[in-house]
Nanobody
Framework: QVQLVESGGGLVQAGGSLRLSCSASGRTFSTYAVAWFRQAPEQERILVAA????????FYDTSVKGRFTISRDNAKNTVYLQMNSLKPEDTAVYYCASTSPRDSRHYSPANKNEYELWGQGTQVTVSS
């Protein structure tokens, strides 16, 4: 069974950087888009960024635009989230998610129901 595997979380000081990685174990990504969500304690899981697998179109939450960059390496079958200028409010568990290989119509990146596979999450903690 295909699983999404995240890595790269950790503890960092405010202003620092981390890079998260997401890979599909055991097979090539077969997906329309891959996204990163995050969930802070007692808060809703929300979209951070998304990227379409084939064309590389990106989407960002306004809170991370200009600081975070999502990218994909098709050859390595991996999606990255480069996080710069981290703030304490970025502290959360970060989840990778992928859609089915659907078409582009009506894709809503922030809608969690779009995604059929989820990773186990990786903790990102930003100290002040």
């Amino acid at each position: 069974q295909v699983q999404l595997v995240e890595s790269g979380g950790g503890l960092v000081q405010a202003g620092g950087s981390l890079r998260l990685s997401c890979s599909a174990s055991g097979r090539t990504f077969s997906t329309y888009a891959v996204a990163w969500f995050r969930q802070a304690p007692e808060q809703e899981r929300i979209l951070v960024a998304a990227i379409t697998w084939s064309s590389g179109i990106t989407f960002y939450d306004t809170s991370v635009k200009g600081r975070f960059t999502i990218s994909r390496d098709n050859a390595k079958n991996t999606v990255y989230l480069q996080m710069n200028s981290l703030k304490p409010e970025d502290t959360a568990v970060y989840y990778c998610a992928s859609t089915s290989p659907r078409d582009s119509r009506h894709y809503s990146p922030a809608n969690k129901n779009e995604y059929e596979l989820w990773g186990q999450g990786t903790q990102v903690t930003v100290s002040s």
